[in-house]
């Protein structure tokens, strides 16, 4: 009965945003505030309705309901209570639901937060985000309905593939369903904008924090992402340029741009008709990923759905919203007029730069992302493109930006003086050339492009701090007014801060781990030791054990250095019940200089083990660093600006008469 | 999500193949018994293998895969190098029994042109773009300013003002 209600939830919610997409829109058209107010109810009963229908489905799955094919396929009755409630989305059609889920949560914030927006806007933009949710719904409906029955319902489920069952994971898809699904805010706001025909530093200002927060949620889904597959892949790899990582790494691309152009157009009027693109850009290779990831044309774990009506379904969503949206900026784009006229050497010059390197880094991973695809089905002809070719274009585009990366916020708009600005980043200067020469002293037989990047690492740190310190006039002023200042500090200061230095953060992590990275593969009998990077690890043996759904083999290391006990390592080999499928743990132990990485390989017939030892140095500092910028856009969202949006004025013009 | 259980696929994948020799037990990337003795050697065979694709995985490289098609190419790769071949006489001695599938780079050609230039096309295109951006008002500026609405303009203005005029009486 309960699976019933979500259904039919599911078809109401389906015809409320066919009303929602029409008549607020319509309202704007013929400007009746009480068909624009419309929009409002509207969007408030959709995320109802959609979340009546995904607790059903959630209900089913927590109470291992396996007449629900969805739940038959995809769970498991001795699965863990967690896992059975991240199993909603662990599959196709759950994550689909997800998806619209999100996406309605999104539009029900517009409606309930969006109360300065100018009337005829926020109906629009209420429209656009209802006829996206429209087409998902239909999407869900019509071809991967996760309320279809079976009859007679098997005895137990199929269970969830085991490497789904992991803490990180479980919340993976929801972080990066968030940031896909949030940058519809900016595309619907985009849309609206041309539909208006009219966009100003109001606009942009009501953009920022819903990119900002799609952002932020993408960002952590990544890191939670490259964090698992480091933690559970059995070799320390956490980044591997793999098709569906790529598909989220875009918009990822995409949208820091376009936090950076909304700025510029927020700050100077200037951009606008490139940040309205932008935006649309960016959701489209939101859709993309979905596209890539839910049509099985890259056929890898994420694809559920290896069907190809699903595909052509998913393909043509993404043909009519990214072609709709292009055709109607080529349309209307002209009508947008351009403000702000600014030098180079500014702080629009320097956002321009981030701009061209990030939107060009974008495009060279669609392009190596693609071009397989593309090229086989032109000539048939099949080719790889794997981590080299993304390393050889990729990170070349990263250095200049990075390099520049401090300089941008210490250049004032308009005109900037380089020289003045590059005077204040003589510390951070001086802190990269430390770091150059002692990475070179302590490492002088390692690679030797790697000491240069560490100080590249150093230098947006350093110069990310050097940034607050000039604003808050450090060393010039007594201290104690340097703490006042600092606590007047915009909040977004303090954001653009973090997230700079946690870019820094990120950089320092990535060239300590594949650059220093030690590896040790051999074959321990019990009673033998080995050594990594200073450690000493005693192999004790290898014992049998039992997990909830799975039975392990764990291998038992005590690890030493310098003769001190430091910590007991315990990798272990997993068979999974249902369905049977073995995975490796690897017993971790982090320090800050770095992880010591143990995996528990293969019994030999004389009774030892192969064992595979690494170390991978400063590795957290990639998560660490993802955090902090994560933590940045968090402080920045917090700021007052951004709360209050635009004038209050507007507001009580727009709504009174609605009532 | 992605290399594991390819890993796992390329296990059940092989297994089904009939392709599992000695051990029933799924491999690990690579395994003890491959490495060399020689160490020199060794750290080449592990580069080479970094940028050969494991043919039964996805976007895998041989070096991480545990597949037993993995393992038989590494262990040809360091057979290879024993004998004596070059890094570049390695690759093509793969590449000409598999193609070029295998290479995770792929080779400059006539097929790959437009892979490897359009970093710098989508460099220029978006220098262009952006430059026209904040190059247009400068454009825009340099017209002489009448100080007056063109016809044009002026209805535009009405047909604006309009339903502003309108409102109130609507209302």
Known sequence: ?659 | MRSLTRRIACIALAAWTGAVAAPALPAYAVTPQEVLADTALEARARGISAELRCLVCQNQSIDDSDAPLAHDLRVLVRERLTAGDTDQEVRDFIVARYGAFVLLKPPFSAETLLLWLMPLLALGGAVLILWNAFGTPRKAEAAPSTGKLSAEEQAALDALLKPEQDRPAKN
């Open chain 1, 1 to 659: 009965m309960i699976i019933e209600i979500g259904h039919f939830a599911l078809i109401l919610a389906l015809l409320v945003s066919i009303a929602q997409m029409i008549v607020p829109a319509w309202g704007a058209r013929v400007r009746d505030p009480r068909l624009m107010a419309f929009g409002e109810p509207a969007a408030m009963s959709q995320l109802a309705l959609i979340l009546i229908a995904f607790l059903a489905l959630m209900y089913a799955y927590v109470t291992s309901d396996f007449s629900v094919a969805n739940v038959a396929a995809n769970s498991h009755s001795s699965k863990p209570l967690i896992y059975r409630i991240s199993g909603v989305w662990g599959n196709h059609e759950g994550s689909m639901l997800l998806w619209v889920l999100i996406l309605a949560v999104f539009g029900a914030a517009v409606a309930l937060f969006g109360n300065n927006l100018p009337a005829t806007l926020k109906a629009n933009v209420l429209a656009v985000q209802s006829s996206i949710a429209l087409a998902f719904l239909l999407f869900i409906l019509v071809t991967s309905n996760p309320f279809e029955r079976l009859d007679p319902a098997p005895f137990d489920g199929n269970g969830l593939n085991p490497i789904l069952q992991d803490p990180a994971l479980a919340f993976h898809p929801p972080f990066l369903y968030m940031g896909y699904v949030g940058f519809s805010m900016a595309f619907s706001f985009a849309i609206a904008a041309l539909l208006e025909g009219r966009t100003d530093a109001a606009w942009a200002r009501w953009v920022r924090p819903w990119t900002l927060a799609a952002w932020m949620c993408l960002t952590i889904g990544i890191a939670m992402g490259s964090w698992w597959a480091y933690y559970e892949l059995g070799w320390g790899g956490w980044w591997f340029w793999d098709p569906v990582e790529n598909a989220s790494f875009m918009p990822w691309l995409a949208g820091t741009a376009l936090l950076h152009s909304a700025l510029v157009m927020e700050k100077r009027e200037a951009l606008k008709v490139w940040t309205i693109l932008l935006a649309i850009l960016t959701f489209s290779l939101s859709l993309m990923g979905t596209f890539l990831v839910r049509s099985g044309v890259l056929s890898s774990v994420h694809a559920f759905a290896v069907d190809p009506g699903r595909g052509v379904f998913v393909l043509s969503i993404m043909m009519l919203f990214t072609g709709g949206g292009l055709a109607l900026f080529a349309w209307r784009a002209r009508d947008l007029k351009q403000g702000g006229v600014f030098s180079p050497i500014s702080r629009e010059g320097a956002l321009v730069l981030n701009n061209v390197l990030l939107t060009t880094a974008c495009v060279t991973v669609l392009v190596g992302t693609l071009y397989p695809l593309a090229l086989e089905a032109l000539n048939g002809s099949k080719i790889s493109v794997g981590a080299p070719y993304f390393n050889m274009t990729f990170v070349p585009l990263m250095i200049p930006l990075l390099l520049a990366l401090p300089l941008g916020p210490l250049l004032a708009w308009k005109r900037a003086d380089l020289a003045a600005a590059m005077e204040r980043l003589i510390v951070a200067g001086v802190i990269a050339a430390v770091v150059l020469v002692a990475s070179f002293a302590l490492t002088h037989r390692g690679p030797w492009l790697a000491p240069f990047c560490f100080a590249i690492g150093a230098w947006v740190m350093a110069g990310a701090l050097s940034e607050t310190a000039f604003r808050i006039k450090l060393g010039h002023v007594p201290l104690a007014e340097s703490l006042r200042r600092l606590v007047n500090l915009p909040r977004a200061a303090i954001g653009t801060m973090l997230a700079h230095f946690g870019v820094g953060l990120v950089v320092i992590g990535i060239v300590g781990t594949t650059a220093y990275k030690s590896e040790a593969i051999l074959l321990m009998k019990p009673g033998e030791a080995a050594g990594i990077a200073g450690y000493e690890l005693a192999f004790r043996g290898a014992a049998p054990s039992k997990g909830p759904n799975y039975t392990e083999t764990v291998g038992v290391f005590d690890v030493t250095y310098g003769g001190k006990p430091v910590t007991r390592l315990e990798p272990s080999k997993r068979l999974y019940d249902a369905p049977p499928q073995p995975t490796s743990e690897a017993g971790i132990h982090a320090a800050w200089s770095g992880d010591l990485y143990a995996v528990l390989g293969d019994q030999q017939p004389d009774g030892g083990f192969a064992v595979r030892l690494y170390f991978h140095p400063l590795v957290r500092c990639i998560w660490i660093g993802a955090l902090v910028m994560f933590l940045g856009g968090a402080v920045s969202l917090s700021d007052r600006r951004l709360r209050v949006g635009a004038p209050r004025r507007a507001v009580r013009a727009a709504t009174v008469p609605a009532e």
